[in-house]
């Protein structure tokens, strides 16, 4: 993307309506990411379907993302702001509306793809358009109330989920976001306006056929492996075959003199810093919250509903924690926060780790919360200080950047969570004497779940480490 022009550049925008169209279109996007958590359970009984197969409502809405985002920076420059984030709405409300009425299990999956073909064009637009309207001073108070939403949203899907599942049944998810949906869209018509400038650089196919095998090969085989095992053809294929193609296509940008996506912010080494320790987070972040309302539903056998109020606490503590620690690194910078964000992070993952069917409803309530506040303290601090460093032209390429490896992170995360918890509770039953009996059920999943969780114990060692090495760009 070129420099914007002189005119432009001195173009006063309406900066607070243009981020509430984003922020409410953002947060119903986020909330779907992970509504349907709650109701997975729920969903293996009525269509018939193995864990491993209804993970993919929630993957395969990452999986569609992981293979969108990264073409998104170059789709910013084909496109103006307002019609990228009118198309977004309108694929959003498609995808719900099919999701509120399908019938079947490959309907509801459709849907999710459709879903997040809306979230995958709005989440790097929403960041591209605050660094371009918001300037560096402002945008770490900017950024935290994009965290707030960005936290809370998907933090209270379950508790909200769980409320509308104890009353009505699952589609009623889907029809509650609609309305949300169609304000977001009447609200961005009038109040979104154009702050890039279209330049429709030259569609590179080979870029975007090596992109999508790449980031989508990677995601799927590592979906695939909860259901077909780590040792499956399938599973080792796709994920050689992705990791060649990203291969492939990052010598491709390189050589290019306008690449899909400029690898060269990878030259800034806040930026790769900030990535690295995002990409760690949001692995923490979506394997929690899938591991968490198993293990409240199965181990602890309490209601959709009561799981979800025990996990809103941290939603709600992390979505005001966001706007605190913007204004906390607007001042301060990155390393008095993302340092002991981990720290904290380290130490309630080792406390979930040990959990059992002995557990309190409070210990958990704590541990969760506490675990989000550290989640705070790295998530966006440590975003917007790898972006500030980036000069104007590279924002998109870093924003696209950024936000594909989080899909990505989320999808492998997720992943890896359930097979570790998979692989633990087989384990645990052949030394089970009553395979069949509730209790012993329980303290399988209890025990897989430990064990997923010292995963994201060892995730959270190494952005420790890396937080070390973190200054203010």
Known sequence: MIENAPQQEKQVFK??????????????????????????????????????SVQ??????????GILVPVSGFIMQWFTTRQLFIASLLFSIVGTFIAAVAPSFTVLLLSRVVQAIGTGLLLPLMFNTILLIFPVHKRGATMGLMGLVIMFAPAIGPTISGLVLEKLTWHWIFWICLPFLFIALLFGIKFVENVTTVTKPKIDILS???????????????????????????????????????????????????PMINLRVLKFPMFTLGLLSVF?????????????????????????????????PGGVLNGLMSPLTGRLFDKYGPRGLVTPGFVIMIIMLWMLSNITMDTSIFMVVVMHSVLFVGISMVMMPAQTNGLNQLPRKLYPDGTALMNTLQQVSGAIGTAVAITIMSTSQTAYLKNATDIMDPETLSASLTAGVQDAFIFGLILAIVGLIMSLFIKKA
């Open 15 to 52: 900066t607070t309506p243009i981020l509430i169209s984003f922020l409410i279109a953002g947060f119903v996007g986020l909330f779907s990411e992970t509504a349907l958590n709650m109701a997975l359970g729920d969903l293996i009984g009525i269509f018939d379907i193995s864990p491993s």
């Open 56 to 65: 993919w409502l929630t993957t395969g809405y990452l999986l569609t993302l």
């Open 208 to 258: 975007i056929i090596l992109s999508t095998i790449g980031f989508g090969g990677i995601v799927y085989g590592f979906s695939s492996a909860g259901e077909k095992g780590w040792g499956s053809t399938i599973v080792i294929l796709t994920i050689v075959v992705g990791l060649v193609s990203l291969v492939l296509f990052s010598l491709r940008q390189f050589k290019m003199e306008v």
């Open 280 to 312: 760690i987070t949001f692995m923490v972040i979506m394997s929690s919250m899938i591991l968490l309302p198993l293990y409240l539903q199965t181990g602890l056998a309490l209601a959709a509903f009561t799981a979800g109020l025990v996990l809103l």
